[in-house]
């Protein structure tokens, strides 16, 4: 059940150039959140008939919801003024989420700031197996990079432009580690949030190798809420809403 | 206290402010986050005989004080719709009088929607007039003999309460009110989204997969109080008035062109406390200037 949370900005700081950590004091939503799942907020500072941004959630800990967002538009930059102190208005949790264990060994792939909600996913799983991929075209997209390797999830890197790690895309690092586990027969769970591109790599992964594969989708929404159908994604069932069906779908549910 | 009830062509209502079809699911999605003692009905998204896709994404547009849509009526059919969406509704949002929304391609799939609903709902609001899609909706809005003829097959296939939802961009609404009355509708609804259509200039390509759209929110609100006020003036049928509704002020302004009860839509997208508001401000604004019942403001305009 969606409620509408009158949250305070306790944090605001860079995560790297043109990304931010927006930390919320938000009691009842950390509770609730589970990772994958997003917040619809009304951003301050766009008019008052604006429509709401939706938000993955980095972490959700201690009475505190932390975002980690790139100023791409009129909403995130409205979004990078807010000062700790503000009022935030924040609809959720919303949507399906990640499951909440992985059998297999959990192999994380993220692309900029869909690494966002990996990092709560690796927290909660708590799983010593953990690994995250994580891609960008430099070095700068490389985002709390600190903070996986403070949970105990190892990280392998891959750039564009090789300023950070492998030269190339994250699938170069992400194809040598599955070879290595069909090699000696391990099985894995795929998670990925990013770029469609990687989205649709990471799924074509999971389903040629028959491993299970959640997909988080990054759309533009209008209600969060599943109340309008504007944030559609084609799956075998049909239209499907991002925002309630999703915005985490099976790799082998989804239509390209 | 103000009363605050009102009847809407044979709906009861407890509350005037209902929501708009489209901007609220199929009335449960909400729940937990809009006030549900202080809605009068909900309106659900439009339903056809079969399921139907909608459109291509992307579907919407945000604009300057509204939102271009066109979503194109996505639904899962009427079978579906009772079968799970309705039990599902009242076992949700138990006592708030649910509105179905129905289209169809023919006058003969309008009539057999309706009367598939039975008295599974509360009433029945036609759309006639949905810009986004091409067979159905709107081509019977656009002409009073097809509405006449359509709202008639409608109105002997069910005996709920029938709303007519009209389009807002005809020369005068007049002609179109007179033929839902001389159909035999209950009440209107005013008005449904303005054909749009939003342009990226950079790239040269309408932003909306369907090219064009509706328009709705604040921006529309002056445009739709004057069709109220000119449906008003000639029919006595009731009006749910719908169309920018962001605050009490602006329902308030409907009652007065000539509204009984009022929707609200887009704003709750932004923020879904404004049905809870604008029924305090109309409760408010009723105390204030001396009215004894919201439906004492039903075209009380001065002139």
């Known amino acids: 059940m969606a409620l509408n949370e009158q949250t305070v900005v306790a944090v605001h700081e860079d995560a790297g150039p043109g990304y931010r950590f927006l930390e919320l004091e938000a009691p009842r939503l950390a509770d609730a959140l589970v990772p994958g799942q997003f917040v619809h907020m009304r951003v301050p500072g766009l008019e008052p008939t604006a429509l709401r941004r939706p938000f993955s959630v980095f972490d959700a800990d201690a009475g505190r919801v932390t975002l980690l967002y790139k100023v791409v538009g009129r909403g995130t930059a409205a979004l990078a003024h807010v000062r700790p102190g503000d009022g935030v208005e924040v609809l959720g949790p919303l949507g399906h989420g990640f499951p909440s264990s992985s059998k297999g060994v959990p192999l994380l792939v993220g692309g900029g700031y869909g690494v966002a909600p990996l990092h709560f996913l690796a927290k909660r799983l708590k799983d010593p197996r953990t690994i995250l991929f994580v891609g960008g075209r430099t070095k700068d997209d490389l985002l ?3 903070r996986f390797a403070a949970l105990g999830v190892e990280v392998r890197v891959a750039t564009n432009d090789g300023s950070a790690g492998e030269k190339g895309f994250v699938t170069g690092p992400l194809d040598a580690a599955l070879e290595g586990l069909r090699a000696r027969g391990e099985a894995f769970e795929l998670f990925t949030c990013g770029p469609d591109g990687l989205l649709k790599a990471v799924a074509d992964r999971a389903v040629a190798a028959k491993m299970p594969g959640w997909i988080s989708m990054d759309r533009h929404m209008v209600c969060g809420v599943g109340a309008c159908y504007a944030c559609i994604q084609k799956t075998v069932r049909g239209n499907s809403r991002c925002c309630v069906e999703g915005p985490v779908f099976r790799a082998e549910d989804l239509v390209w | 206290m103000v009363n605050m009830e009102v009847n809407l062509g044979g709906l009861k209502m407890r509350s005037p402010v209902a929501t708009a079809s489209g901007t609220f699911g199929y009335g449960f999605e909400y729940v ?8 009068g009905a909900v309106t659900a998204k439009g339903i056809r005989l079969d399921p139907w896709p909608g459109n291509p994404m992307p579907r919407h547009a945000e604009v300057p004080g509204g939102l271009v849509n066109a979503i194109g009526l996505q639904g ?13 509704y009242r076992k949700q949002a138990a006592d708030v009088p649910l509105i179905a929304n129905i289209w169809g391609g023919s006058v003969e799939e309008y009539a057999a929607v309706a009367a598939r609903m039975g008295d599974a709902v509360d009433a029945i609001e036609m759309n006639v007039s949905c810009p986004n899609v091409k067979a159905g909706g709107h081509t019977f809005g656009q002409d009073p003999k097809v509405l006449h003829e359509v709202v008639s097959a409608v109105r002997a296939a069910t005996k709920l309460p029938l709303l007519v939802k009209l389009a807002p961009n005809v020369p005068s609404i007049a002609p179109y009110v007179k033929a839902c009355e001389d159909a035999g509708a209950d009440g209107l609804s005013l008005i449904n989204t303005i054909p749009a259509m939003v342009i990226d200039v950079e790239t040269r390509r309408p932003v909306l997969a369907n090219r064009t759209g509706g328009l709705s929110g604040r921006c529309v609100h002056p445009a739709a109080v004057k069709v109220v006020y000119d449906a008003h003036a000639v029919t006595k049928l009731p009006i749910l008035a719908m169309g920018g509704i962001y605050e009490a002020k602006d329902a308030i302004e409907f009652f007065l062109a000539g509204a009984t009860a ?7 997208f932004t923020d879904p406390g404004v049905v809870a508001a604008v029924y305090d ?23």
């Open chain 2, 76 to 88: 899962t059919g009427v079978e579906h719709f009772l079968k799970v969406t309705v039990p599902w």
């Open chain 2, 262 to 268: 009022v929707a609200v839509g887009t704003a709750t």
């Open chain 1, 144 to 146: 709390a990079l600190d």
């Open chain 2, 281 to 303: 401000g109309l409760a408010d604004y009723c105390e204030r200037h001396g009215f004894a019942s919201v439906a004492q403001l039903t075209g009380a305009l001065l002139l």
């Open chain 2, 32 to 39: 937990g986050a809009v006030d549900y003692a202080k809605l």
